[in-house]
Each structure stands twice: as structure tokens, then as C-alpha cells.
DNA sequence: GCAGAAATGGACCCGCAAGTCCAAAGCACG
DNA sequence: CGTGCTTTGGACTTGCGGGTCCATTTCTGC
């Protein structure tokens, strides 16, 4: 079913989500008319329909894909390498940095609520999104306790989903109240706890098998 | 400018509020069509019109405030009483309980998401949800602390930041992934670390460390 | 019971934006 | 170069749904 694209064909269509992602991410999925993609863009409807034959809903999950994929993108190279604390602190900053500039442009705003309900398929990029999210971060809680530097009784995957939690939510309240307040608090948070619980513990030990 | 309304009107409109509410917690907000609540609620479009002047926008301004009240009173009367950790973890409980029920169908989601880019005033109907919810999070804290239970040196204003952004995350990943885990998970470590600070007190030293 | 106001019903209007259609231009390759 | 595709432009259709309007009924106070 992949139509044949000549590279020509395939620029356009990139051209096309790009721009209907700036633009939602500007003003909201539900204000974007397919003709203010069109001028965004430099298109005409009849190309919109001829890359996204079955229309807004086909050309809104493409943009949800592109901004899923944007949002790990924009975390890394710190999101793979949770490796020292350092790096944690890293990327604790970019994450703020990044949401503090984006402000109330969310794009994860469009993605789940809006999106969500109109297209049954971005509810499962948003699931895929969370899910490679949440892997990144016990990635980097296993690699932080095979160093020693995280006790080994700490539940990677609980905390990671808590973490998760805190930042989809910080992220949320930010979106509302305009600070960035309970994205830190949460972050800051867990993070100091994680670094806690390796004093706890006691036994500052290296650990190779369990 | 308000109205005069007699006791007739007044059941009437909180019918169609109820019963608009209950159709966008099922539906979603932009499934639902003036009409559509004409047919639930059993009245006119001229009723609509006469006790929204504003129609649609104002609306669901009131369905948006009768949700968020709803879901504070929904968690009483254990939030305004988190005076031990029993209460505390009874709060915990109804809240899992009752985002479990809810499952998909998420006041919150409408809310935020989709109200909010429309009617200006309902930015600030979630604003101060969050404002009151967080509120009641700190008092709880403050009357622990004066108790002895949790550690006089505890933030807080920060640490209930960081709880109610992760119940946030944990509500919204609820909504993509079904599971209350990222909830549970979230609101048991934040706990847990709550309940822990009063042990260490004293003894561990908090890091602050640049 | 009789003003006057509130409450109700529903027909009608109207604009907007998604989607259709086709004709023309561009391009690829033998 | 010419045949058959992809690509592009834009006029046109269409349905949906919010909002308007007014006629009718019901209620309230006197």
C-alpha cells in the first residue's frame, strides 16, 4: 500500500508535518484548519489529500509520531546515558530548560487529549512514547546501581514510574500555572531520594551478581 | 447580571450541567454536540441558550467547575483530614479507588486538554483546582509535622509540588496506559519518603551539595 | 384571574472547514 | 520525445452544528 514517493514527493510530505506540528504546537489541534496548514506550508489541499488520503486524521497522527519522536529526541544525549549523577543533574536541567522555554506549547497537550480522542492510533503513540520514556529512565537506575551508586534493593521500575509521573504531571502544572515549579519539586524529589538511598543503605558496595 | 431565576429554572440548569458533564466524561469534550445534551438532559435548544446567553463556551465553563469541585469532594472527607498515617493512607486509597473506577473517562482530560484552549476563564477554574488540592496536601503536611510525625525541616510546600505532580502524571498515564500503577507508584514513594524523614531526622545529614 | 416575567419548543439560518474532483504541470525512463 | 506515473492547484460540494428567533406555555405575585 506505500504509494511510490519520488524524493521530491517525500520533501513535501515532511514539509507537510512539520509545518501542521509547529502550527498545532502554536495554537492547539482544534484551531488548526487544514488551510492554515496549507499556507504554513506553501500547499495546496489537493496535496494534503494526496499524502494523507484519509485526511486531518491521518496527517494528525503523523504529527503525533513526529512529536513523540521529538520529545525523546530533544532529552538526549542525556536520556541514554544516566550513567553518573552528573549526568542526572543534565539532564534534570534540559528537561526543565526545555519545558520552561516551550511554556504552554505543549505538544503532549495536543497529543492525549486532543488527538487522543479523535484518532484511536495516538493513543497508542502516546503509550509507546511513555513506555520508551520510562525504559530510558530504569536503563539509567540499573546502570547507576550496577556502579554501586544506587542501593541494589531500590525497585528500578517503581521509581522510574514514579519519576514518570512526576514529570508528565510537573509538566501538566506547568502547563496551567506557568511555572516550573512542580516539574523541579518532582525531579529534585526523586532524584535526591535515589541518592539518598544509597547512603541508607549503609554498605557502600560495589555488586556484580544479586 | 444574574438572572432572575426561579427554583424551576435553577433545577433545570443544574440538569443540563449534570447531565452535559456526564456526557463529555463519556464521550469527550468535542464529541459532544449541543444536541447531544438536549437528548440527555430531555430539554430544548432554547432552554440551552436561555440559561447559557453565552452557549456553548459558557457551558462548559460550568461543566468545568462542576468537575473540579467534584473531584475534590470526591476525595473528602479525607484530604482535609490527613492527620496520621492512617488517614493518609485511606486518602491514598480512595484516590487509587476512584481514578481505577474512573479508568478512561477523565474529567480532567476535557479539563485541561480541550476546555482550556477555548474558554479563557476555564485556565483559571483548573488553576485554582490545582491551587485548593495542593493546599490541602500542605496543611496535611504542617499538621503531621506538628505532631512529630513527619520532620520539622520537610519543604512542605515542595513536597506536596512533587505529589500532586505525580498524582497528575499518575492520573494522565492512567489514561494511556489503563494501569494505576504510575499512580500508585508515585503516591507510595512520596509517602514513604514523607514517613521515612521523620526516622532519619536528625541523624542523616541532607545533602547540598552543588 | 390577570399582567408580566420566566420557561420551553423547535423551526430556521448561516458560516465554516473537511473532503471531492478534475485538469494541468512536472518528471522519470525507455 | 512520448507515455504514464506522480505532483500540484484550486474550484466546488456538502454536512454539520452552533447560534438566532419567535410563538407558546407555565409560573409568580397581587
Not at 551508586?149 to 525497585?155: E, G, L
Given at each position: 500500500m506505500t504509494r511510490a514517493l519520488t524524493r521530491k514527493g517525500e520533501a513535501t510530505r515532511a514539509r507537510i508535518v512539520a509545518g501542521a506540528a509547529a502550527e498545532i504546537r502554536e495554537r492547539g489541534v482544534d484551531e488548526v484548519r487544514l488551510e492554515d496548514v496549507m499556507a504554513h506550508t506553501g500547499t495546496s489541499k489537493g496535496q494534503l489529500f494526496h499524502y494523507f488520503p484519509d485526511g486531518k486524521e491521518e496527517l494528525l497522527l503523523a504529527v503525533a509520531q513526529h512529536e513523540a519522536d521529538q520529545v525523546l529526541l530533544d532529552q538526549e544525549p542525556m536520556l541514554s546515558n544516566l550513567t553518573s549523577w552528573p549526568a542526572w543533574l543534565a539532564w534534570r536541567a534540559r528537561l526543565v530548560e526545555r519545558y520552561r522555554a516551550q511554556g504552554v506549547k505543549c505538544p503532549l497537550n495536543g497529543l492525549l487529549g486532543q488527538t487522543g480522542r479523535r484518532a484511536p492510533g495516538a493513543q497508542a503513540i502516546v503509550t509507546g512514547l511513555m513506555w520508551r520514556w520510562q525504559n530510558a529512565i530504569v536503563e539509567g537506575i540499573r546502570h547507576m546501581q550496577s556502579t554501586g551508586?544506587?542501593?541494589?534493593?531500590?525497585?528500578a521500575d517503581r521509581v522510574a514510574a514514579a519519576l514518570l509521573a512526576g514529570i508528565q504531571g510537573g509538566v501538566l502544572l506547568l502547563l496551567s500555572t506557568g511555572k516550573t515549579d512542580h516539574l523541579e519539586a518532582a525531579l529534585d524529589l526523586t532524584i535526591d531520594s535515589l541518592r539518598a538511598g544509597a547512603r541508607v543503605v549503609g554498605t557502600q558496595r560495589r555488586h556484580s551478581d544479586d
Open positions: 551508586d544506587i542501593a541494589p534493593d531500590v525497585d
